[in-house]
């Protein structure tokens, strides 16, 4: 089954049972139980208890209307099933989404009122249709954010899971290198699944098939690359042009991934290598929250004047020897990463020509248990002295 056949299906039911419940309180001026029941059920399997601070404070904020407004003016302003469908829309929604929430379903909540006393003469009027409205304008705005203008391309991917056996509480993203696939870049999740037991890895294929590689993949074009020689201008601007049109579809992927196994983004790491540790730094910028991202051998192609919309914990690791991609990508990019704001750490590997050792696999496993699971930097910061040593 595709990965986002799961999102698909509850949303489509979600938005099937707003309308029922905007259409029974118009017509009936209540609000099912059973109706606001599918809803939450809906919102567990789409996001589990992710979202559980959202219910709270809706669930605070609507009831503290509900009993206090009419201390103050006399009358009622919301009814005991819009503080519900209030709480249960939490469900539904990251806190960061909570203000559009409010001002969407006040704006609409006016413009009903208006409506209804127009039409019908009474002063009290339906709310859920605004509470409707309002949540659908914030899923649709956040799927937005990901997905774009652009047409969507589809991934394929290989996945290893938790070592553990049991549900996933956090997702790596194994973005591999040119010409190669998914499955190479998937040993990486054998050598830290001890370290992280509870964690998914997921490798997916470039969507590309690589120019000089039939068997193996691309993330996009390198037909006038020759590491020898400086990168010009125009060709960045080639790179970035190509990155740029994938970044909706792999956004979009990757909440995909997120929806699907009920984790926040901040939950997701990224770990590319050479062209894709390129990608990975870029879409790593470019998403809502993300939990790091770790570039081996890569280079930071990025317009400095460019708005970036997070600012993730990253870790840059690249071999002295390396004869593809000069270890300088990784020294420059570390600069112009710390100019933006951005948590770096660089580590250049004695010896290490284009690939991951040992060495680069122990700091990286550190890195990654530091930012899913918040372990003391100390520890991460005492693996970077000794790999480079």
Known sequence: MPLLSLPFLTHSLLFLVLMMISIKDLKDGIIPNILLVMMALLGLLQFGYSHGMTVVILGSLSYGLYKFYPLLKNKEWLGFGDVKMMMVSGLWLDISQIPLFLVAGGGMGVGMAIFWQALRKERCFPFAPALAFALGLCILGDNGLSIGENKMTTFTAHSLPPASGLKPDSIVVLIHGYGANGKDLLALGDTWSTLLPNTLFIAPDGPDQSAHNPFGNQWFGL???????????????????????????????????????????????????????????????????????????GAFLEDLKEVKVSYPSVLLVHGTDDQVLSPVFSQVAKGRLESLGTSVTLSILPGLGHGIDERGLDIGGAFLKENLYKIPQADLSERAKASNS
């Not at 037909?223 to 020689?229: A, M, V």
């Not at 010009?232 to 190509?242: G, I, L, N, Y």
């Not at 790491?269 to 809502?288: D, E, N």
């Open 223 to 297: 037909s006038d690359w020759d590491p020898t020689q400086k990168l010009t201008k125009e060709q960045v601007s080639q790179m970035m042009v190509e990155i740029q049109e994938l970044t909706p579809s792999f956004n979009q992927y990757l909440d995909g991934l997120l929806h699907l196994h009920g984790l926040p983004h901040e939950k997701l790491a990224l770990v590319g290598f050479s062209q894709g540790a390129m990608l990975a730094l870029h879409i790593g910028l470019h998403r809502p929250l993300c939990g790091g991202v770790i570039a081996y051998s």
